[in-house]
């Protein structure tokens, strides 16, 4: 997407980061100072499915898709994670592979700290995992959420919310959206052809229209409408 999501400060590459938000400066430091640089180009893959849980990774510009793999090669995606999120709380905690997989939708840069060097600061900051479970607890709330999707809305609503959630919290007219057929198709769950149908419906009313591979949403209040979501 061309919408900027909230970017840390330069002078700190935590700002904003929740999991480490209640850290003195001079801890925030030592985060910082163990954490390595990484950048992935849009379509790399951060790690997939059955990866050693070896890192958790603080994504400080782009957008990262997290998805799970059926045998027979369709995904579902599971999230889409901006700055400043985290990647890999779960395999961090428990030490076990990795439950999904995670692809740059953007081109991004991120921090990755070890697993061992996480458990070391949990250990000196307890309070480290109340922020854990919290995150823990956000990531249970939107899968239950998305497990309701399916069952009360059609796809045109599901198509109609994925479009409000990839927007982010952008209070501008228009919002750019650059995705393929298919990562639509697979966030909202659906065909690729159902999916370009409830596509070409939107743009019929004027809610959005098609340049390319991009999707210019023009009427943001329609689609949270049709999603069932609550106005602003």
């Excluded at 793999?69 to 890999?88: F, K, N």
């Excluded at 939708?105 to 996480?118: G, P, T, Y």
């Excluded at 052809?193 to 743009?203: D, E, L, M, T, Y």
């Amino acid at each position: 997407m061309t919408v900027e999501g909230r970017l840390p400060d330069p002078g700190d590459a935590l700002t904003g980061v929740e999991m480490f938000s209640g850290l003195e400066p001079d801890v925030r430091q030592r985060v910082i100072q163990a954490a390595v640089p990484r950048t992935y180009r849009k379509g790399q893959l951060l790690f997939v499915e059955n990866d050693p849980g070896e890192s958790l990774i603080v994504l400080k510009r782009g957008a990262v898709m997290v998805f799970r793999t059926a045998p027979t090669g369709e995904r579902a995606v599971l999230s889409v994670i901006r700055p400043p999120d985290t990647i890999g709380e779960v395999s961090l905690l428990d030490g076990a592979a990795r439950s999904a997989s995670a692809e740059a939708i953007e081109d991004c840069q991120a921090l990755a700290l070890s697993r061992h060097a996480f458990i070391e600061l949990v250990h000196a900051n307890p309070r480290i995992l109340d922020a854990v479970m919290r995150s823990l607890g956000l990531l249970i709330r939107r899968l239950t959420e998305q497990n309701a999707d399916h069952v009360f809305l059609d796809l045109p609503g599901r198509v109609a919310k994925t479009l409000v959630r990839l927007a982010g919290e952008t209070t501008a007219p228009m919002v750019t959206i650059e995705l393929n057929q298919s990562q639509l198709a697979e966030m909202a769950g659906g065909s690729r052809q159902s999916v370009n149908q409830a596509i070409g419906s939107f743009a019929s009313r004027g809610w959005l229209r098609t340049e390319g591979r991009r999707i210019v949403v023009t009427d943001l209040g329609a689609l949270r409408r049709r999603a069932g979501m609550p106005d602003r």
